[in-house]
């Protein structure tokens, strides 16, 4: 009789644990949020903060995956490799997606035929700043003092063919100066040696150079955008500083694999939405100098576009090739 107990109980768990294994499908499992750069940056901690909330919103778990390496081909192949189900995310940011395809060669994928845009995130401006020796006290005098100096001011960069770098080039045609470009590799670097006062000019977001602005180890000449920031109050933007039309940010985005289908885009898109319009969200978003920057996939399409068209005219102009 205790045998056949136990084999009445055998059988009542296996026939419960087939009857859970059935009702479990591919919403049940956790999310992957690839992004392809390593940990610690900036991208990073949006992962993060976009992972705990979207969990929330779809009520599936959402796991921050690093997969830094070539130039970030590897977090792409990664994404591009998995089932197109919505299970599996890239999130990027402006500069591989946007450049690389109009100045790499034989990349292993094509970002438009291979990848789907789901939703931007976030947004950030750039904050054009100087060394104090650099005897510019206004983007005007910035602009008189290269002009007298043709080639012998230089401003850093975190990197070739990031927008930083592109935004500068565009800044050089914009004002019809020649800066000389120094590109390190991160931010980090290029900012110990702008304080040190061995580069000239830096385009940077505000969160890296803010507190050194405050602080007076830095000189804030201009910032982009629209409106002024209002960590920076007092700084004016471009248009204000004497060069309208130099409205260069710099965005982060959400993308799956090209076949995944347009049902589940847009619900992904819906919810990303709903993520990036939480108060929290925001509030976190603006201490790291990011506001949301939230689009459809037919709009995220059309920024992606609208970029390349501007920044392949600057790629061109000033000769800029790319390490892969």
Known sequence: ??????????????????????????????????????????????????????????????????????????????????RPDGQTLLLMAQTPHVFFPLAVPNLPFDEVKDFAPVATLASSEFVLVVHPSVSANSLKELIALAKSRPGRLNFASSGTGTTAHLATEYFNILASVRMQHVPYKGSGPALADLLGGQVDAFL????????????????ALAVSGERRL???????????????????????????????????????????????KLPDVQESLGKQGMEPFVTTPEEFARVIEADRTRFGKIIRTANIKFDK
């Open 204 to 219: 940077s977001p505000p969160s890296v150079v803010a507190p050194h602005v405050m602080s007076g180890k830095l000189r």
């Open 1 to 82: 009789m205790f045998l056949n107990g136990l084999k009445l109980a055998a059988a009542a768990y296996m026939f419960a644990f087939a009857g859970y294994a059935a009702g479990q499908t591919s919403t049940d499992a956790a999310i992957r949020l690839i992004t392809p750069y390593p940990p610690g940056g900036s991208t990073t901690t949006l992962a993060r903060l976009v992972a705990q909330k979207l969990s929330e919103v779809s009520n599936q778990p959402v796991i921050v995956d690093n997969r830094p390496g070539g130039n970030t081909v590897i977090g792409y192949e990664a994404v591009l490799k998995s």
């Open 230 to 276: 209002t960590s920076l109050p007092d700084v004016p933007t471009f248009s204000e500083a004497g060069l309208p039309g130099f409205d260069v940010k710099i965005w982060y985005g959400v993308l799956v694999p090209a076949a995944t289908p347009k049902t589940t885009i847009e619900k992904l898109s819906a919810q990303i939405g709903r993520v990036m």
